[in-house]
């Protein structure tokens, strides 16, 4: 894990679960003021948000991007905490909550990576983040990347 993440990863424990996926998901997607296509031809802006609230050609402050974000990483988190029956440490919830914040909510709940998360085999769950690394057909090493920095969260310590 990069050492500057490794530490606000850190630094944020302390602000619980939430804290921490947004320091997650911040680092992983960057901010954008302006609208854009994703990989996957979806329009997106701020930190990675989507959905029909997103105006074309607007230019949104960071103050909105912040805003979005925090109602993304709420119904992230709330997807992880109702669909997930095992106990988890706050650390694997954000882990978690990033995984789902990237691959959605519905991705998520048809995943083997839920049903072997619920059945009690969190190794095998953590490790089955590996498998979604593609983005149009093709490996993303940004993708890999984030995946290996989710499985390390999502592990038991």
């Not at 989507?50 to 402050?61: L, Q, S």
């Not at 914040?101 to 619920?118: D, E, I, M, P």
């Not at 983040?129 to 993303?140: F, Q």
């Amino acid at each position: 894990m990069n050492p500057d993440l490794k530490r606000r990863l850190l630094t944020a424990m302390t602000g619980g679960a939430v804290a921490i996926v947004a320091v997650l998901v911040q680092w992983n997607e960057g901010i954008r003021h302006k609208p854009y296509k994703d990989g996957g031809d979806v329009l997106t802006v701020c930190y990675g948000h989507t959905g029909e609230a997103v105006i074309p050609n607007k230019r949104y402050t960071d103050e909105e991007c912040q805003a979005l974000l925090e109602s993304d990483l709420k119904a992230a988190m709330s997807v992880v905490e109702t669909q997930v029956t095992v106990p988890l440490t706050e650390m694997q919830k954000a882990g978690l909550a990033s995984f789902v914040y990237n691959v959605g909510s519905g991705a998520f709940a048809r995943s083997t990576l839920l049903h072997k998360l619920n059945s009690g085999d969190i190794q095998g769950a953590c490790d089955e983040m590996r498998r979604w690394k593609y983005n149009e057909g093709k490996v993303s090493k940004g993708l890999v990347n984030r995946r290996a920095v989710e499985r390390e969260i999502c592990l038991p310590d």
